[in-house]
C-alpha cells in the first residue's frame, strides 16, 4: 500500500458523467404493477390438484380418459393427467411440495395454542419424512417467520419449541376471553329480560285487578268494558315492557360492539393470511397452508344473532328493533371469499386445523367450525374439528400426499383474473373425485405480483440474478440504527431497452417481523450502469435482515437481494459501534428515498472493488451513552503492507445518540490489494471495544466504475 495522504478534506475532484438518466416517478406513476407488455406467445399451463377414490380406497392409474372436466360451466376438451401417486406405474413417483404452518394466534385459544403446536410436530415430522418442504409462519400483532423454507427436521423442531416457550402476546388469551365475554353477556341480559317480562306480567295482572275492583268487581263484565280494562292495564305495564326492550337493545349494541371487533381483526388476519397464500405461488404442487385457528368466522354476525334466538328468555320476544337483522348482516365473506380466490388462482389447498379439543357445542364453536370445513372443502383440502388426535391428523395428511394427480391445460381461451366454478366427474362407475370448487387463471400482471410477494418471503426462485445490498450508517441511538440501504443492480441486468422502469421495496425484518419497508418506481433512460436505488429506513436492536426486491418492468424479471446483522454490532459499557461501510462520491445514476440525486455517495458493498482513482470515506456509527467522566477515545488505521493511522479522536456522551466515525482518504492513496481498517474505543489507555473492514482495492479503476465528483 502507498503511504495514503490521509488529510480531513473534502470531496471534490471533477470526473467523467455516466452515460443515462434516472428519474424517480411519484407525481403520477402508472399502475405499479401492470408489466404492460404487448401479446407474445403464452407458454404457462394452468395446474390444479385432484384426489379420486372408489370406497374411500386412493384409485391409481387414472388418465386423461377416465375424467370430464366443467371450468366455468364450459368443458375442458384438451388436458392431462399426471399419475403422482407413489409407487405409481410406468415408472413414475409422487412428487414432493411444499407446506406452509399457519399459526392464526390471534384466532387461537390457550388450548388451541398449545394443542396446535403438537399436532404440528406430528404433521410437519410426517411431511418432513416425505422429503416435502416446511414454512413455518406465525401470526399475532404481525407476521413473524420463524424458519425459511427448509426439508431440515432440526429446524422445524427449533422453531415449535420456540413458538412452545414463547408466551406471545396473550392473543390466544383474548379469543378465548372474547367468546366467553360474549356468552357470559347473553345470559346476563336474558336473566334481565326475564325479570323484566316477569314484571311485566304481574304489573298487568295487577293493574287489571285494581281496575276491576275500581268498577264494582262481583259478577262478569260486558266483553267491551273487559277489553277496555285489559287495554289500559297494559298501558300502566308499559314501564316493564320499555325496560325489557332498553335491556334487550343495550345486549345488540354490546354485542355489536364485539362482532365489529371481530371483524376489524378478522379482516386484517386474512389479509395477511392471503399474502401468505399468494407467496405459494412459485412453489411447485402439491402445495398446501395447514391452518390452525379456533374463532375465525366467516359470520360473526349472524352466529350473535343465532345465539340471541336460541338463549332462554330472548328466543319468544319480539324483536324491538330491525337490530338483529343488523347483526347477521355483518360477516367476513368478501374476505374469505378472497382469500379462497387465491387459493384457486396458485394451487393451494388448505388443511384447516380446529386447535382446541373437543368443545362444548354452541353457535360460536359451530361458526368457527363450519369456516374451516368451508376453507378446507372450497379448496379441495382436509378440515379436522371436534378435538380429533395429532396422530390422526398427521396421518390422513400424509395419506392425501400419497396418491394424486395433476391436472394440466393451456389457458388460451379462458378468462384471466376471474373465478370460475370447477366441477370434475369421473367416468369410472363409483369413482369419486375431490378438488376445489372453482379456479382463478392468473393474468401475467397477477402472476408479476406475486412474484413481489414470493420474493418477501424468502422463495429462492427470483434469487437468480441477485441484487447486491449494501448499508451505510447515518445515525440513531444504541436502540435503533438509522441507515442507507442500497440496491445496485448487477452489471449483466442492463436493460437492452434504451428506457424502462423498475419497482424497487425495501423491508426490514427483525425477529421474524417486518419493522419498515418501503418502496419506489425508478425510472432509466440510456445506457451504462443501471442506477443506484437508495432508501433510508431504521433498524431496531437485534439480529435483522434487509430484504430488497426489484422488478424489471420491461421483461417482469424479479431480482432479490439480501443483507443481515446485528445491532449493536458491538457494545462495551458506554458505547455501542456499527460494522464500518466504504463509500466513494459519484455524479448521477442515483435515486435515493424516490429523488434523483445529482450527485451523492454509492456504498462499496461485500465483494466491491474500490476504485483507486477516487476519495473514498470510511463511516462507522458510534453511540455513547451514561456520564462517566472518563475520556473515550477512537483509535484508526488501514493495514496493508504497513498500518497507517489516523488522527485519534475523542468521543463524548451525547444521551446514547450515535454520531459518525468518518475517516476519509484522497483519491490515489490507496495501493491495490487487501487492506483492513479498524476502529478501537479506549477509556484512558484501555481498549473497551472495536470493529473492523476488510475490503478490496482495485489495480486500476474497474471500466466499469463511475468516476465522478461530489
Avoid at 324 to 347: F, H, M
Avoid at 411 to 430: C, F, H, I, M, N
Avoid at 520 to 541: D, E, F, K, M, N
Wanted: proline share 6%.
Amino acid at each position: 500500500m502507498r503511504s495514503p495522504r490521509f488529510a480531513r478534506l473534502a470531496l471534490g475532484l471533477t470526473i467523467l458523467a455516466i452515460g443515462g438518466s434516472p428519474r424517480a416517478e411519484n407525481e403520477t406513476p402508472p399502475p405499479p404493477l401492470d408489466p404492460g407488455l404487448a401479446e407474445g406467445i403464452e407458454s404457462r399451463l394452468v395446474q390444479f390438484e385432484l384426489r379420486a377414490a372408489r370406497k374411500g380406497v386412493p384409485v391409481r392409474g387414472l388418465s386423461a380418459k377416465d375424467l370430464d372436466i366443467e371450468l366455468g360451466g364450459k368443458p375442458v376438451t384438451a388436458f392431462t393427467v399426471d399419475d403422482m401417486c407413489a409407487e405409481a406405474p410406468q415408472g413414475t413417483s409422487a412428487r414432493v411440495g411444499s407446506f406452509l404452518f399457519y399459526f392464526d394466534e390471534s384466532q387461537l385459544t390457550v388450548e388451541g395454542r398449545r394443542r396446535a403446536i403438537e399436532v404440528a410436530r406430528r404433521v410437519s415430522s410426517s411431511l418432513l419424512s416425505q422429503g416435502q418442504a416446511v414454512f413455518v409462519l406465525r401470526n399475532g400483532p404481525a407476521q413473524r417467520a420463524e424458519t425459511t423454507w427448509t426439508r431440515d427436521p432440526a429446524l422445524v423442531t427449533a422453531a415449535l419449541d420456540r413458538i412452545a416457550s414463547d408466551s406471545g402476546s396473550q392473543e390466544s388469551a383474548r379469543a378465548e376471553a372474547e367468546e366467553t365475554r360474549a356468552e357470559n353477556t347473553l345470559e346476563r341480559a336474558a336473566s334481565w329480560v326475564r325479570e323484566t317480562d316477569m314484571s311485566r306480567q304481574l304489573g298487568m295482572s295487577d293493574a287489571e285487578n285494581a281496575l276491576l275492583n275500581a268498577l264494582g268487581g262481583g259478577g262478569p263484565l260486558p266483553t267491551a268494558t273487559m277489553a277496555r280494562v285489559r287495554e289500559l292495564a297494559k298501558g300502566q305495564a308499559a314501564p316493564y315492557s320499555a325496560e325489557g326492550d332498553a335491556a334487550e337493545k343495550r345486549l345488540i349494541a354490546e354485542l355489536t360492539t364485539l362482532v365489529e371487533d371481530q371483524l376489524r381483526r378478522g379482516g386484517r388476519d386474512i389479509e395477511r393470511l392471503r399474502a401468505a397464500v399468494r407467496s405459494l405461488s412459485l412453489r411447485g404442487s402439491p402445495k398446501g397452508v395447514v391452518y390452525f385457528s379456533d374463532t375465525l368466522r366467516r359470520d360473526p354476525g349472524g352466529a350473535a344473532a343465532r345465539a340471541l334466538e336460541s338463549t332462554r328468555g330472548l328466543a319468544d320476544r319480539k324483536e324491538p328493533t330491525g337490530s338483529r337483522s343488523a347483526l347477521t348482516a355483518q360477516t367476513e365473506d368478501a374476505a374469505l371469499t378472497a382469500l379462497v380466490r387465491d387459493a384457486s388462482s396458485y394451487g393451494v389447498r388448505f388443511y384447516a386445523v380446529e386447535g382446541r379439543g373437543l368443545a362444548s357445542p354452541s353457535d360460536w364453536v359451530r361458526t368457527s367450525q363450519d369456516t374451516l370445513v368451508s376453507l378446507a372443502l372450497d379448496t379441495g383440502g382436509l378440515s379436522f374439528v371436534n378435538g380429533l388426535s395429532g396422530a390422526a391428523i398427521a396421518e390422513s395428511v400424509a395419506a392425501d400426499q400419497a396418491c394424486w394427480y395433476l391436472v394440466s391445460f393451456a389457458p388460451s381461451g379462458w378468462e384471466e383474473d376471474r373465478t370460475l366454478p370447477l366441477a370434475v366427474y369421473g367416468k369410472q362407475p363409483g369413482l369419486r373425485v375431490k378438488t376445489g370448487s372453482s379456479l382463478v387463471i392468473p393474468s401475467r400482471a397477477t402472476l408479476t405480483q406475486t412474484r413481489l410477494i414470493a420474493a418477501h418471503f424468502g422463495d429462492a426462485s427470483p434469487e437468480t440474478l441477485p441484487l447486491s445490498v449494501s448499508i451505510y450508517p447515518v445515525g440513531g441511538t444504541a436502540k435503533n440504527l438509522t441507515v442507507l440501504a442500497q440496491v445496485r443492480l448487477p452489471d449483466g441486468a442492463t436493460p437492452q431497452s434504451p428506457d424502462t422502469s423498475w419497482d424497487v421495496g425495501f423491508e426490514v425484518v427483525s425477529q421474524g417481523v417486518v419493522v419498515a419497508k418501503t418502496s419506489s418506481r425508478v425510472g432509466w433512460r440510456g445506457s451504462g450502469r443501471p442506477p443506484v436505488c437508495q432508501a433510508t429506513l431504521t433498524i431496531p436492536s437485534g439480529l435483522y435482515e434487509i430484504v430488497a426486491v426489484a422488478r424489471d418492468v420491461s421483461d417482469e424479471s424479479i431480482r432479490q437481494g439480501r443483507a443481515s446483522g446485528a445491532w449493536p454490532a458491538s457494545t462495551a459499557d458506554r458505547v455501542t459501534l456499527s460494522v464500518p461501510a466504504i463509500a466513494q462520491p459519484q455524479r448521477g445514476g442515483i435515486v435515493q428515498d424516490g429523488e434523483v440525486k445529482a450527485s451523492g455517495i454509492v456504498v462499496r458493498g461485500s465483494g466491491e472493488l474500490v476504485d483507486p482513482g477516487a476519495p473514498v470515506a470510511i463511516v462507522t456509527a458510534a453511540c455513547v451513552g451514561g456520564s462517566s467522566d472518563a475520556v473515550l477515545r477512537a483509535e484508526r488505521s488501514i493495514a496493508g503492507e504497513t498500518v497507517v493511522p489516523f488522527a485519534t479522536m475523542e468521543l463524548a456522551s451525547d444521551g446514547g445518540r450515535c454520531v459518525q466515525i468518518r475517516d476519509l482518504v484522497a483519491a490515489g492513496s490507496l495501493g491495490a490489494g487487501r487492506l483492513t481498517y479498524v476502529v478501537r474505543i479506549l477509556s484512558g489507555d484501555v481498549p473497551i471495544t472495536s470493529q473492523q473492514l476488510v475490503f478490496d482495492v482495485a489495480e486500476v479503476a474497474p471500466p466499469s466504475a463511475v468516476q465522478v465528483a461530489q
